[in-house]
């Protein structure tokens, strides 16, 4: 019923810069929370950032100040994740997540494939 796909990944130098795309489809009547997970390997899933319908962000201590979260102005199902002075430790499989209602009432909780970012040199 929901769809997520994100783009964006890559590899990229220490110190550089990537954004990931979300775009959430399907049967939609209101996003409440949209987000970010990531999972590196061997490791558990963790939230990267996540951005509340009232316009509240949630940022992971590892990512404050280097990581901004934002909503595209004219489609408010489309979340940017702008990263920039990435660190090795950043490498890790991306994850848009979204918490939404639907037209018949239910409420979904929706994952994308995921997307791979990659910071070495």
């Known amino acids: 019923q929901v769809q997520l796909v994100e783009s964006g990944g890559g590899l990229v130098q220490p110190g550089g810069s990537l954004r990931l795309s979300c775009v959430a489809s399907?049967?939609?009547?209101?996003?409440?929370?949209m987000g970010w997970y990531r999972q590196a390997p061997g490791k558990q899933r963790e939230l990267v950032v996540d951005?509340?319908?009232?316009?509240?962000?949630?940022y992971a201590d590892s990512v404050k100040g280097r990581f901004t979260i934002s909503r595209h102005n004219a489609h408010k199902n489309t979340v940017f994740l702008q990263m920039n002075s990435l660190k090795p430790e950043d490498t890790a499989v991306y994850y848009c997540?979204?918490?939404?209602?639907?037209?018949?009432?239910?409420?979904?909780?929706?994952w994308g494939q995921g997307t791979q970012v990659t910071v070495s040199s």
């Open positions: 951005l509340n319908s009232g316009g509240i962000t949630n």
């Open positions: 997540n979204a918490n939404v209602m639907t037209y018949n009432g239910a409420s979904l909780s929706s």
């Open positions: 399907g049967s939609i009547a209101s996003i409440n929370v």
